[in-house]
């Protein structure tokens, strides 16, 4: 089993629709919990952190299940400018706390 | 206020030739990884650092390929005798303990 698993992509929708993105981790004791974005051709970028009771920014909801080591990210009212590629991160408390990047999902919003 | 620093933002080598790479992570971050992403691809763990040294150097991909860190800073990836498969962008992230990491903007290498 992955450290670190996301949904495959990619993800195909229509401007304004609703997309969820789920992301397992399998060390039970990780602790720090985020989403990155990354636009072709460049570096990746913190979309947002995750803290344990959900968080929500905007348009962007994201949720923690510790019972289920899950992570997910919902993202309403698409645009097309959040086409990209959405990428988890966990920390790994076991590997000295090392962040662990899932392969990512991308994203396609269409007009 | 600053980020994370790379240089050179690009570089073209020759096949067999030795490269350095730079990495100067946001002042006062503990941790720095270096990644590699080819075209059309996804982010491949290289090294990771914690202060000065490296518990996790598993994703070096061969031994031309070597990484120091100095007074819990500045980075530098060293890869002797490039190959054209070392043709990438090379990514530097820094973080303090185990929070948010920050991506520099990455050097793409090319080798010919």
Same mark, same amino acid.
């Given at each position: 089993r992955k450290e670190v698993e996301q949904d495959p992509g990619p993800f195909n929708v229509p401007?304004? @629709?609703?997309?969820a993105f789920n992301c397992t981790y399998s060390n039970s004791a990780s602790q720090s919990f985020f989403w990155y974005r990354q636009d072709c051709r460049k570096e990746p970028k913190l979309l947002m952190s995750v803290y344990s009771s959900g968080n929500e920014d905007g348009r962007f909801t +994201?949720? &923690?299940n510790? @019972? $289920?080591q899950y992570i $997910? &990210? !919902?993202?309403?009212? =698409?645009? !097309? =400018?959040? =086409? +990209?590629?959405y990428l988890c991160v966990v920390n790994m408390r076991n590997q000295g706390g090392k962040l662990i990047f899932g392969q990512g999902t991308e994203l396609s919003v269409k007009p | 206020g600053a980020g994370v620093s790379q240089s050179p933002s690009n570089k073209v080598t020759e096949k067999g030739k030795d490269v350095e790479l730079r990495c100067d992570p946001i002042s006062g971050h503990t941790a720095l990884y270096w990644y590699r992403q080819s075209l059309g691809q996804g982010l491949e763990f290289l090294i990771y650092f914690q202060g000065n040294s490296a518990p996790d150097k598993s994703g070096l991909p061969s031994d031309r390929f070597s990484a120091e860190r100095t007074g819990g800073s %500045?980075?530098? /990836?060293?890869?002797?005798?490039t190959q054209q498969e070392d043709s990438a962008v090379y990514l530097c992230a820094s973080s303090f303990l185990t929070g948010a990491m920050y991506f520099g903007p990455g050097t793409r290498l /090319? %080798? /010919?």
């Amino acid at each position: 089993r992955k450290e670190v698993e996301q949904d495959p992509g990619p993800f195909n929708v229509p401007e304004g @629709a609703t997309v969820a993105f789920n992301c397992t981790y399998s060390n039970s004791a990780s602790q720090s919990f985020f989403w990155y974005r990354q636009d072709c051709r460049k570096e990746p970028k913190l979309l947002m952190s995750v803290y344990s009771s959900g968080n929500e920014d905007g348009r962007f909801t +994201a949720q &923690l299940n510790r @019972a $289920s080591q899950y992570i $997910s &990210l !919902l993202i309403r009212d =698409s645009k !097309l =400018s959040d =086409s +990209a590629t959405y990428l988890c991160v966990v920390n790994m408390r076991n590997q000295g706390g090392k962040l662990i990047f899932g392969q990512g999902t991308e994203l396609s919003v269409k007009p | 206020g600053a980020g994370v620093s790379q240089s050179p933002s690009n570089k073209v080598t020759e096949k067999g030739k030795d490269v350095e790479l730079r990495c100067d992570p946001i002042s006062g971050h503990t941790a720095l990884y270096w990644y590699r992403q080819s075209l059309g691809q996804g982010l491949e763990f290289l090294i990771y650092f914690q202060g000065n040294s490296a518990p996790d150097k598993s994703g070096l991909p061969s031994d031309r390929f070597s990484a120091e860190r100095t007074g819990g800073s %500045v980075s530098t /990836l060293t890869i002797q005798r490039t190959q054209q498969e070392d043709s990438a962008v090379y990514l530097c992230a820094s973080s303090f303990l185990t929070g948010a990491m920050y991506f520099g903007p990455g050097t793409r290498l /090319l %080798v /010919l």
